[in-house]
T-cell receptor, first 116, second 117 residues
Framework: AQKITQTQPGMFVQEKEAVTLDCTYD???????LFWYKQPSSGEMIFLIY??????QNATEGRYSLNFQKARKSANLVISASQLGDSAMYFC?????????????FGKGTHLIIQP | GAVVSQHPSWVICKSGTSVKIECRSL??????MFWYRQFPKQSLMLMAT?????????EQGVEKDKFLINHASLTLSTLTVTSAHPEDSSFYIC?????????????FGPGTRLTVT
């Protein structure tokens, strides 16, 4: 079974609209972390936002917010007021366990295209 | 901010040769470095985890004798692809976890694109 599922291979969104990118995860660990990364065509991985499993508040970073629904094992990324520069691949990822010693498991990604 | 570099950024080599890729944390010390591989239009897959001064831990299905990892210092990890073949052509990305910092922090390098002819 996939640990991270992103069901939207591609999305087209009008500039200035809000975007929700879906992510569900599967783990039996009580302690885990959820990440979202942006990967433009250059290939670099740009960290957007992090949510720890024990964090009660949804994480926010500027125009990015993470809609964390623990019972549903869902960690959707919301981008408010989308911009042309937001066009890229977006990956949801999870690290299981404590301490940060483990690498990340990534979903297949969503290719987001912002249209003017 | 924390910066991780990779060298080279791209490399073309002939089948059967070996290629070394360096991953450096430029302004912080890294307890742990991770190596990922990304095939075209696919996701990143964790290959191995390396800790300074100890042997790397490889993910299932990754050949440790083919992908040699050395983490000789707190700022440098190297990945050597030995006897490379065309199917090893991929984008290799490292990330580094700071010695000091929040447990979730890790910083990615810009990646190395390997093409084996």
């Amino acid at each position: 079974a996939q640990k991270i599922t992103q069901t939207q291979p591609g999305m087209f969104v009008q500039e200035k609209e809000a975007v929700t990118l879906d992510c569900t995860y599967d783990t039996s660990d009580q302690s885990y972390g959820l990440f979202w990364y942006k990967q433009p065509s250059s290939g670099e991985m740009i960290f957007l936002i992090y949510q720890g499993s024990y964090d009660e508040q949804n994480a926010t970073e500027g125009r990015y917010s993470l809609n964390f629904q623990k019972a549903r094992k869902s960690a959707n990324l919301v981008i408010s007021a989308s911009q042309l520069g937001d066009s890229a691949m977006y990956f949801c990822a999870m690290r299981e366990g404590v301490g940060g010693a483990d690498g990340l498991t990534f979903g297949k990604g969503t290719h987001l295209i912002i249209q003017p | 901010g924390a910066v991780v570099s990779q060298h080279p950024s791209w490399v073309i080599c002939k089948s059967g040769t070996s290629v070394k890729i360096e991953c450096r944390s430029l302004d912080f010390q890294a307890t742990t470095m991770f190596w990922y591989r990304q095939f075209p239009k696919q996701s990143l897959m964790l290959m191995a985890t390396s800790n300074e001064g100890s042997k790397a831990t490889y993910e299932q299905g990754v050949e440790k004798d083919k992908f040699l990892i050395n983490h000789a210092s707190l700022t440098l990890s190297t990945l050597t692809v030995t006897s490379a073949h065309p199917e090893d052509s991929s984008f290799y990305i490292c990330s580094a976890r700071p010695l000091r910092g929040a447990s979730y922090e890790q910083y990615f390098g810009p990646g190395t694109r390997l093409t084996v002819t």
